[in-house]
């Protein structure tokens, strides 16, 4: 059994966003996926990430990277959605290479600070498989951040795939990732050939 760690989105806890992973949680084989609240008040670097120049309004609790980078069981699979998902992209960064099968960016980026850089430093080369899904309409976290980060990551020869939900913004129900339907099925099935193509550490 793989252990799985989802991130909610920000102001969100994990009751609620479980109930709303549930159907991906429940068809994924071979995960034991585990949602944690966030509950760490966000420091000035916590806060440039999560909204950018914005950061003195960003008073979400966030998650503490380093201790969740310890936890890390190795062959995991990450899962994070907007704040969660650039929460998932730094923990990709702060981990050893091969920590997690597979990654799942959800509305997310690496850092809201890449509006400003336009630019995007990709970790050094893990074995990791990495999924962006990204609604079109997206207003929260625009979808050429993601899709800066997934450039990024294939030019450094990392796995990577992009879904671009058209008409979705950000929102888990808008993405169609609720209940049973084309993307969360099609999400599931791509969890599951991660998880049974990548051996057991």
Known sequence: MRHGLALHGAGDTADAFTSKFAYVATNTDSVAWH???????????????YAGLAQRRYTFPCWNIDELAESAVPGGVLLGFSMGAITAMRLLHESKPDTFSA???????YSILQQVTGFYDPPQRTNTRILFIHGSDDREIPPALSRECATGLLRSSHTVDYWSVPNAGHNWTELGLHTQGALADRLVRWINTQVKGTPAP
């Open 103 to 109: 990654l799942v960016c959800i509305a997310g980026c």
């Open 35 to 49: 949602v944690p609240t966030a509950d760490k008040k966000p420091s000035v670097s916590d806060a440039l990430h």
